[in-house]
């Protein structure tokens, strides 16, 4: 089945969000979490607030050094890429996190490293991110997105580019009038939703890939 994107456009959000829920099946869930947790502990890097898997390579201002990707998140990497999300190019990138109730990440934006569109599949459970806009040293709150479980999430244009992007540190969230793709959801204004773990798969492009490949690095 081939998908429009047009069709998921949140249209109470800034230049562009697409949310398609459903975007993987409880199976596709399922193989996710477990090669995730299944991965040798030397995989994860542990930081303050949540720990992470890097696939592909580690991406600095010179480029990227690609390594070889599984086949399994290869799957979900071409699922992606097929929505022609990174034209003319395809993912070649993906950090896995995971986020433990109570956890979350500071506002950021991803920078002109990455092709300027950011896509994540959450698993497990959902997750609010927020949008703020800084301006002369201020944060002034935009919005902000219900990521639910097996959702995909496209960020591009100014939501790439000019705001910031945050989870804020909750056990639970609210859903409330900011939250711009509601009806795009399976939840009403009111809900109080209590986070569990959240594994999410951000796939992404790295245009400049150096020509040292550790494919053909041999470890002894």
Same mark, same amino acid.
């Given at each position: 089945?081939?998908?429009?994107?047009?069709?998921?456009k949140?249209?109470?959000?800034?230049?562009?969000?697409?949310?398609?829920?459903?975007?993987i099946?409880?199976?596709?869930?399922?193989?996710?979490?477990s090669?995730v947790?299944?991965?040798?502990?030397?995989?994860? /890097?542990?930081?303050?607030?949540?720990?992470?898997?890097?696939?592909?390579?580690?991406?600095h201002? +010179?480029?990227?050094?690609?390594?070889?990707?599984?086949?399994?998140?290869?799957?979900?990497?071409?699922?992606?890429?097929?929505?022609?999300?990174?034209?003319?190019?395809?993912?070649?990138?993906?950090?896995?996190?995971?986020?433990?109730?109570?956890?979350g990440?500071?506002?950021?934006?991803?920078?002109?490293?990455?092709?300027p /569109?950011?896509?994540?599949?959450?698993?497990?459970?959902?997750t609010?991110?927020?949008?703020?806009?800084?301006?002369?040293?201020?944060?002034?709150?935009?919005?902000?997105?219900?990521l639910?479980?097996?959702?995909?999430?496209?960020?591009?244009?100014?939501?790439?580019k000019?705001?910031?992007?945050?989870?804020?540190?909750?056990?639970v969230d609210t859903?409330?009038?900011?939250c711009?793709?509601? +009806?795009?959801?399976?939840h009403?204004?009111?809900?109080i939703?209590?986070?569990? /773990?959240?594994?999410?798969?951000?796939i992404?492009?790295?245009?400049?890939?150096?020509?040292?490949s550790?494919? +053909?690095?041999?470890?002894?």
């Amino acid at each position: 089945m081939v998908l429009k994107l047009e069709e998921f456009k949140v249209e109470d959000a800034p230049k562009s969000v697409y949310y398609i829920p459903n975007f993987i099946s409880t199976e596709d869930e399922e193989i996710i979490t477990s090669k995730v947790y299944g991965a040798p502990k030397p995989k994860w /890097t542990c930081l303050k607030n949540r720990r992470l898997q890097d696939y592909g390579g580690i991406p600095h201002r +010179n480029g990227i050094i690609p390594e070889q990707i599984p086949l399994w998140l290869v799957t979900y990497m071409d699922r992606v890429s097929d929505l022609n999300v990174f034209q003319p190019s395809r993912a070649n990138h993906c950090l896995v996190n995971e986020y433990l109730p109570g956890q979350g990440i500071m506002p950021h934006l991803d920078g002109p490293i990455f092709f300027p /569109t950011v896509t994540t599949i959450t698993c497990g459970s959902h997750t609010m991110l927020e949008f703020l806009r800084e301006e002369e040293g201020e944060r002034y709150f935009i919005c902000k997105l219900l990521l639910e479980p097996r959702s995909l999430v496209i960020l591009k244009d100014d939501m790439y580019k000019k705001y910031l992007h945050t989870i804020e540190e909750r056990i639970v969230d609210t859903v409330d009038e900011s939250c711009v793709n509601l +009806n795009a959801t399976g939840h009403k204004l009111g809900d109080i939703l209590e986070r569990g /773990t959240r594994v999410s798969l951000t796939i992404r492009n790295v245009p400049k890939v150096l020509r040292l490949s550790l494919f +053909n690095i041999k470890i002894k």
